[in-house]
């Protein structure tokens, strides 16, 4: 099947950055979106930024102009540079894809299993 692995969470002082990763393997014919949503606790899970096949953008609000999303469409991994990390942006963190299965073409949504973030002095 389809496993997506992220890693790069961790702690980090506030005004720090971190950059996450997201793999996706398996059988795999194509992927269309990735994503990157957060969840803190207490709270429901949020879109933060998402990207196409193509390479077009999109964020949230309150992380515009801090976090930035990428591709690699030849590794099927996806990044999230957080730049000026502020406390509230603590939360775990799941990666997304937008896939279609390698011999059904079967298309469906697929998740991390999540990395925590935590901004703390």
């Known amino acids: 099947q389809v496993q997506l692995a992220e890693s790069g969470g961790g702690l980090v002082q506030p005004g720090g950055s971190l950059r996450l990763s997201c793999a996706a393997s398996?059988?795999?014919?194509?992927?269309?979106?990735m994503r990157w949503y957060r969840q803190a606790p207490g709270k429901q899970r949020d879109l933060v930024a998402s990207i196409t096949s193509t390479g077009s953008t999109n964020y949230a609000d309150s992380v515009k102009g801090r976090f930035t999303i990428s591709r690699d469409n030849a590794k099927n991994t996806v990044y999230l540079q957080m730049n000026s990390l502020k406390p509230e942006d603590t939360a775990v963190y799941y990666c997304?894809?937008?896939?279609?299965?390698?011999?059904?073409?079967?298309?469906?949504?697929?998740w991390g299993q999540g990395t925590q973030v935590t901004v703390s002095s």
């Open positions: 997304n894809a937008d896939l279609l299965l390698l011999v059904t073409r079967y298309r469906n949504d697929y």
């Open positions: 398996g059988s795999i014919f194509s992927i269309n979106a």
